[in-house]
């Protein structure tokens, strides 16, 4: 049965709804799933669901459909109380669109043709604090690239945590809220030497490991010490095309990483690409100098040191990665299971060099990000 509508169609079955948008696309929704999700069984001010899906019918069928205003008003067989459904909200939640909250990912492969300051969000500390709609714009973007950029944020240590705060909320770690990235004589962990750094994302021995990563540069070394991000799921997704068994073997095998100094003892396991359960990447971890032995069959070694072989020697590839100097009072704001970051040799001997950083929850910031799109819609967005 169907019932044209003003600019759109519906058609339903006894089992499912279909709404024929007028750009063209079609959204099917299933009987199940509409019962499941009628309005009158939330609760008014929370919105949480007042039912459990074994109070639900367990075949539910449609009898009617009746199009009034902006709304849809299904009647069922066996029910006396009808659904009402707004079109935006079906529109929003049909299962071909991305999940509430998700923002879209803009990939970037070519890392070595961009310029940060172009290419990127790069904007000063004073606009992103002016007005939510500068905030908004700057976070989607990070979200959205998986890197963003400040400027003019001050040398002065609480700077850090001041401006984190507009981002997300800082995670505490064994290095308390904020670590600092200098040379230290007999460092527990490279990243205070002056060693160069080849592409990682930071503690995959941790759980959770953490979402995002922000730096703060307090003192910038005139010679060496360049940044370097690649954008992991990029990388991987080339892998994915070129070499799908390689892909496919790094997908499926988990990887031990390991941590320990004197206040810490750290340890968990994970692969180092990670999918959803549609099969998309949602997580890269790789740090080779945390990678604990592997535990693996013999028969199995081979393999997965080939495909672990070709991802690495695609990390090095200078064509993947951003390289930039960052100077005093920038901040760096990234994705650490996404954006890989590395650092070129300096002297610290010669020249001073001083990052502070912390980690950010990724459930704040996606949650700031969606707050604000929310809050300060973009005008002709819905």
């Not at 929704?29 to 899906?53: E, I, K, M, Y």
């Not at 007005?131 to 959205?144: K, M, S, V």
């Not at 944020?153 to 800082?170: K, N, Q, S, Y």
């Not at 980690?359 to 002709?380: F, H, K």
Request: charged share 20%.
């Amino acid at each position: 049965m169907s019932q044209s509508l003003p600019s759109f169609r519906v058609s339903f079955t006894p089992h499912a709804l279909t709404v024929h948008w007028p750009d063209g696309a079609s959204s099917e929704f299933a009987s199940l799933w509409l019962r499941d999700n009628c309005p009158v069984d939330r609760d008014a001010h929370s919105g949480q669901r007042l039912t459990d899906v074994v109070d639900l019918p367990e075949d539910p069928q449609i009898r009617s459909v009746v199009a009034r205003a902006d709304a849809l008003i299904i009647e069922w067989e066996r029910d006396s109380r009808p659904s009402s459904f707004e079109l935006g909200w079906l529109s929003r939640h049909a299962w071909t669109r991305p999940a509430s909250g998700a923002a879209a990912r803009r990939l970037w492969l070519d890392g070595a043709s961009k310029r940060a300051s172009q290419d990127f969000a790069w904007t000063t500390l004073e606009e992103v604090r002016a007005t939510p709609a500068a905030r908004r714009d700057w976070l989607g973007r990070l979200l959205a690239d998986g890197i963003a950029f400040l400027s003019g944020v001050p040398c002065e240590e609480d700077a850090l945590l001041e401006t984190a705060a507009l981002i997300g909320r800082v995670a505490e770690t064994n290095y308390g809220q904020v670590f600092d990235v200098r040379f230290v004589p007999q460092p527990e962990n490279l990243a205070y030497s002056d060693v160069g750094l080849g592409l990682h994302t930071d503690n995959p021995y941790r759980e959770p490991v953490p979402g995002f990563q922000a730096l703060h540069v307090l003192a910038a070394s005139p010679e060496g010490g360049a940044s370097l991000f690649a954008d992991g799921f990029a990388i991987a997704e080339q892998l994915r095309a070129t070499a799908p068994e390689h892909f496919a073997r790094l997908t499926h095998t988990a990887v031990g990483f390991h941590y320990r100094s004197k206040d810490a003892e750290l340890y968990a396991e994970r692969p180092l690409i990670q999918l959803s359960c549609g099969g998309q990447i949602s997580a890269v971890h790789y740090n080779s100098r945390s990678i604990a032995p592997l535990r693996l069959p013999p028969p199995e070694m081979a393999p997965f040191y080939t495909a672990y072989r070709h991802f690495a020697a695609l990390l090095r590839e200078p064509r993947f990665q951003l390289r930039l100097h960052l100077s005093d009072g920038d901040l760096v704001a990234f994705d650490n299971q996404r954006i890989l970051h590395g650092r070129t040799a300096f002297s610290s001997a010669k020249f001073r060099r001083h990052l502070r950083g912390c980690y950010l929850t990724r459930d704040s910031v996606c949650s700031e990000g969606a707050l604000l799109q929310r809050n300060y819609p973009i005008a002709g967005s819905s």
